[in-house]
């Protein structure tokens, strides 16, 4: 996370993963990212609770609980 170095974030094709620890320790999030293959993840510049995730088919999806939950941008 920019405002918290012991938050990271992994785009995989398997979803997406969170560690709260600097990596020591990784949890799979994505309530509402079910099935994503996630090929790029990004922050807000101007709000960084806010994540972008895009698919390997071109589609965006975003957060702003720092991952917790997942909505289709359209």
Do not use: C, H, Q
Request: hydrophobic share 35%; charged share 20%.
């Amino acid at each position: 996370s920019p405002t918290n170095t012991s938050i990271m974030f992994a785009s995989t094709s398997d979803g997406v993963y969170r560690s709260d620890d600097a990596g020591s320790n990784w949890k799979k999030i994505g309530r509402g990212l079910e099935g994503v293959d996630a090929v790029a993840l990004t922050f807000d510049v101007s709000d960084p609770n806010y994540i972008y995730v895009v698919n390997n088919i071109g589609v965006v999806y975003y957060s702003n609980n720092l991952g917790e939950s997942w909505t289709r941008f359209k």
